[in-house]
């Protein structure tokens, strides 16, 4: 638990609800000198359990009126504490870290005390409960510099998550002058497009990767049983993972209702796959068919399979190692049907496909052609083609061609009915 502890911060930009009074403290030092500054809007939400009626959820904010005791401005060997208490009995604290050049919170410790009726009615346990996050808040800031951060950031643990806002903040002053020397966080920048979610570890993938890379370059796979080819394959691979999920492993993050869509903007990361270094095996057989590629940290597989005279792409299997700081990224799906054609047939499709594997793998296809089975002379049969490589434009003027002289027709029509009509009305008289 204490791993994902400041894992999953997020900023979110121009968020409407800032009208509430923020806190605004400073600690002073033996000489009546401000050491540290904070001002900053801040919510907490804990989950207890009730003796009536399970757990719940209580969302409370840091009120402006706190008392200091215990912060301190620290020396070479005490680090800087800021300390805060309020309500009755809780209390929040950050403790400072520096080197030469920059300034950084150390540790957030939280208490809160299931005594107050008031914020945690009916609460089953009594007594303080005591959170450690140690988290990078706030992040690395030059020395000298005031930090500035209006978005949003957050941090979680099992039982509570605090959200911050609003935050100006600086450790380390000297002289007591409050910089005017601000380093304002990158979520407040509006040209870091970046992702809504930070994961600060190391990644072999780049969660920033842009936003669509290049087509991936078709590569060309082909099994044989004995000498002779049993299945062909012509593909450009693209695998669309989405990063949320190892970090919902590794945490057991615990949602709360207006965080959830928060949390849910998750990471989507787009790997081409690259022929020249990715070789193809498999087997054939006479109702299955298996291909698997292997390139460096990545293994795809593809099962194909028999019914009812036709063949189908029956189950994709992948598996990305080291895609989080190691650990393996592992998902399949033995239940798909795509791809379906007769045998003796192959499958193309020169458009793009999006095939949803699993909730959280999606694999695109480009300039497909595959044949599983009944391969003649190690060359493709005749192509099913897919629906989205024929040029449907065409259909278009032609369509309305139709309606055209449909309209024409109708109007005809009903101009020989009318005729026909006003004839035998001239009769009856
Ligand atoms: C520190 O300054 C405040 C006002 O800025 C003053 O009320 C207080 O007495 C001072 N304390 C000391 C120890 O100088
Ligand atoms: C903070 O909590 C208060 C309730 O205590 C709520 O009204 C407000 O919307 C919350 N702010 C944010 C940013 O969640
Ligand atoms: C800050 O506080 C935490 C929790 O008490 C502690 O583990 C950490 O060592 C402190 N940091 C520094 C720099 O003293
Ligand atoms: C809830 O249960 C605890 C322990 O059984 C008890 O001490 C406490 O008074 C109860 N609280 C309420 C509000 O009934
Ligand atoms: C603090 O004061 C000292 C001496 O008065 C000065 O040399 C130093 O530049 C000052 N630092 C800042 C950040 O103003
Ligand atoms: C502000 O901080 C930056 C980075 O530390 C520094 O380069 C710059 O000289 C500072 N400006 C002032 C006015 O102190
Ligand atoms: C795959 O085969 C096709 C047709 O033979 C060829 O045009 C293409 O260059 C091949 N692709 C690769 C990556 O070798
Ligand atoms: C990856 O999948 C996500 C979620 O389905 C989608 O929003 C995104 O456009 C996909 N990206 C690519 C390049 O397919
Ligand atoms: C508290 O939040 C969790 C996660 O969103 C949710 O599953 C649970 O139902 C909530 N509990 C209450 C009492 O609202
Ligand atoms: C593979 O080769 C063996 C022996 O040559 C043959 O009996 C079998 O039917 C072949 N399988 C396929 C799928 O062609
Ligand atoms: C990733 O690895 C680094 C260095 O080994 C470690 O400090 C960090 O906690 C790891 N992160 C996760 C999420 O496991
Ligand atoms: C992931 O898949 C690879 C290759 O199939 C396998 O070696 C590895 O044990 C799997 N890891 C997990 C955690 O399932």
């Not at 208490?85 to 005390?113: C, D, E, M, P, Q």
């Not at 509570?160 to 409050?178: H, Y």
């Not at 949320?244 to 945490?251: I, L, P």
Request: aromatic share 12%; proline share 4%.
């Amino acid at each position: 638990m204490r791993r994902c502890v400041g894992l999953a911060l997020l900023c979110l930009l121009g968020l409407g609800f800032l009208q509430s009074r923020a806190l605004q403290v400073d600690v002073k030092d033996d000489a009546n000198k401000t050491c540290i500054y904070a001002s900053m809007m801040m919510n907490f939400t804990v989950r207890y359990d009730t003796n009536t009626s399970g757990s719940r959820n209580k969302t409370f904010s840091l009120p402006s009126d706190v008392t200091l005791d215990g912060s301190s401005c620290g020396n070479s060997t005490v680090a800087p504490l800021l300390w805060l208490h309020f309500g009755s009995g809780h209390s929040w604290s950050l403790n400072f870290t520096r080197n030469a050049t920059v300034y950084k919170g150390s540790a957030i410790t939280f208490t809160y005390n299931l005594n107050d009726s008031h914020v945690f009615p009916d609460a089953k346990t009594k007594g303080t409960v005591t959170t450690v996050f140690k988290a990078a808040f706030p992040p690395p800031v030059p020395l000298h510099n005031i930090y500035k951060c209006n978005s949003v950031d957050a941090v979680m643990a099992e039982e509570v998550i605090q959200i911050f806002w609003n935050v100006t903040l600086q450790a380390f002053v000297e002289n007591g002058t409050i910089s005017s020397n601000a380093s304002q966080c990158e979520a407040d920048t509006p040209s870091t497009p970046g992702p809504v979610t930070t994961i600060p570890t190391t990644t072999i993938y780049s969660p920033t990767t842009a936003p669509r890379p290049d087509k991936p370059i078709a590569g060309n796979y082909s099994i044989s049983n004995g000498s002779k080819v049993c299945l062909l394959a012509t593909m450009g691979l693209q695998l669309n993972v989405s990063q949320a999920r190892s970090e919902e492993n590794q945490c057991d993050i615990f949602y709360i209702d207006h965080f959830k869509s928060w949390f849910n903007e998750t990471t989507w990361v787009v790997i081409n796959i690259d022929p020249s270094n990715t070789n193809g095996t498999g087997s054939c057989d006479n109702d299955t068919a298996s291909l698997r590629l292997n390139s460096n940290n990545t293994f795809l597989s593809f099962l194909f399979a028999v019914k009812n005279n036709h063949f189908y792409l029956k189950e994709v299997e992948i598996s990305l190692l080291g895609f989080i700081n190691g650990s393996a990224f592992n998902e399949s799906n033995g239940n798909l049907s795509y791809w379906e054609t007769s045998l003796g047939s192959s499958y193309m499709c020169h458009s793009e496909q999006r095939l949803q594997v699993t909730e959280h793998f999606l694999l695109n296809t480009f300039d497909l052609r595959v044949q599983p089975f009944h391969v003649e002379n190690g060359n493709y049969s005749t192509a099913d083609e897919c629906f989205a490589d024929f040029d449907l434009s065409f259909l278009i003027p032609m369509a309305v061609g139709i309606a055209l002289g449909f309209l024409i027709l109708l109007v005809f029509v009903s101009y020989l009915i009318g005729r026909k009509k006003s004839h035998t009305g001239y009769q009856s008289v």
